[in-house]
């Protein structure tokens, strides 16, 4: 039988990104082995070093050839000698906004064996995801200074909120409450109290798009700051929240601790018509690089949801369930060097599961 093909292009970018997507290619190579599927992939050195070597962030027609891939799979994005904000903009940023990956897909679900600092909830009650918006907001770049460096100074910067991309960023996330067929209840996080006309926006569209094409699915508000209390105090209260992209950013930080920590958490950049990237989404973790103590975890989930997002579901459910299966019965913390084992071990592991289970 012919077996189906993808090319992936891998972005291992900064700090512990490389090391982690080693792993995660070696888990996805293990689900190849196992399935009728192959993947191939070709690395790009995107990232800090080549920055401060040649000065470019992403080469000229990188991403044009970037458009030629099935998707993406990136480490981390972050150099303790770039000034914040060059390599996030010039990079991950310019990544999602080019390729107009207009979701960022982050499930925060606490798998078995995992220590979450909420008391008495456990995987029954932590397993939600947050659909944010990732193309627009306050991320978009619009504003500026007035009288930069006087006493006078005045910086402005602007949330944009366009009825399109309010509009598209909703419809998947009702979409996908629906297949995701768990509580069927879709949380708008927003501000309608102050944010009286970006918010105003998101509400009305929430609920005229709901009325009118998805009956099937409860719809339900909370502002950004009860959002983080109920996410603590109840988190089986979710079952999909979705938000604007710096609320949406804020709130999976949070989810990323309740679910274990930034040694699990992965996300999905995702444009349902074109291109999309998969990454774990803590940073570059500087101070661990090269040491071999990094949590490959998320980054492998990142392969996961990748897997899935390609159509190769039996694959995707065989790598969560061997992932599961090392949270459960080998890890001792998801902390980089207090797992009881190095991030290539971790990585070993998974692989082998994948194959047995
Ligand atoms: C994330 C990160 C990025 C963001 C940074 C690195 C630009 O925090 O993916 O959540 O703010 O989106
Ligand atoms: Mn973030």
Redesign the pocket.
């Known amino acids: 039988m012919e077996k189906r093909r993808y090319k992936i292009a891998v972005i291992g970018g900064d700090g512990t990104g490389p090391e982690v997507v080693r792993e995660g290619v070696k888990c996805l190579k293990a689900c190849m082995e196992r399935f009728e599927f192959k993947l191939d992939f070709e690395e790009f050195d995107w990232g800090g070093e080549r920055y401060l070597k040649t000065g470019e962030t992403i080469p000229p027609g990188g991403i044009e050839e970037l458009k030629q891939f099935d998707a993406i799979y990136l480490g981390a ?2 150099h303790p000698d770039v000034k914040p904000g060059i390599l ?1 903009k010039g990079i ?2 310019a990544i999602r906004f080019e390729l107009d990956q207009y979701i ?1 897909l982050r499930p925060v679900k606490l798998y078995p064996g995992v220590w979450t600092p909420i008391k008495d909830k456990g995987p029954e009650e932590i397993d939600f995801v947050v659909v944010r918006e990732n193309t627009e907001g306050l ?1 978009c770049g619009a504003g500026g200074f007035l009288r930069k460096n006087t006493p006078d100074e005045v910086a402005i910067q602007t949330s944009v909120n366009t009825r399109k991309g309010v509009e598209r960023c909703i419809r998947f996330a009702f979409e996908y409450t629906r297949k995701r067929n768990k509580h069927r209840r879709l949380t708008l996080c927003g501000k309608t109290n102050v944010l009286t006309y970006a918010f105003d926006l998101w509400e009305r569209v929430f609920h005229e798009v709901g009325e009118r094409d998805y009956p099937d699915i409860t719809r339900d508000y909370a502002h950004v700051d009860a959002t983080c209390m109920w996410m603590v105090k109840n988190p089986e209260w979710f079952d999909v929240i979705v938000t604007d992209n710096m609320f949406g ?1 804020i709130i ?2 949070l989810g990323a601790m309740i679910q274990g920590g930034m040694g699990i958490a992965a ?1 999905g950049n995702i444009n349902p018509e074109g291109v999309s990237m998969f ?1 774990p ?1 803590g ?1 570059s973790a500087p101070k661990y690089t090269g040491k071999n103590m990094i949590n490959p975890l998320a980054a492998i989930c990142a392969g996961q949801m990748m897997l899935e997002y390609l159509g190769e579901t039996d694959a995707a459910r065989t790598l969560e369930k061997a992932v599961m299966k090392v949270t459960k019965e080998k890890l001792k913390s998801l902390s980089a060097g207090q797992m009881g084992y190095t991030t290539t071990e971790v990585g070993d592991m998974v692989a082998r599961f994948v194959g047995e289970v």
């Open positions: 994005i972050g996030e991950l940023l960022n991320y950013d999976t930080d996300g990454e989404i940073g």
